[in-house]
């Protein structure tokens, strides 16, 4: 399982937590956490679309060590 970790919505430790709990009841032991970048908004650019994420940071798995880790101690296998 993979989980994009996007600013704004669903960044916070309640989100990893509630993420972990639903997975270890789907039985999904392990997840991919995939922090947040920019890399698509040149697309919407080349497309004529609104990017809304626009001057948003991208994350870095150094952001995310607390959120693997409340996810980590509610039982799911979370990594980078």
Known sequence: MRIPVIPGVNDTLDDATAFADLLRSLGVKRVQLLPFHQ???RRYTLLGRP?????VPALH?????????????AGTDAFF
């Open 51 to 55: 990017y809304h994420m626009a001057g």
């Open 39 to 41: 890399f698509g908004e």
């Open 61 to 73: 798995p150094e952001d995310l060590v607390d959120y693997r880790n409340a996810m980590v101690h």
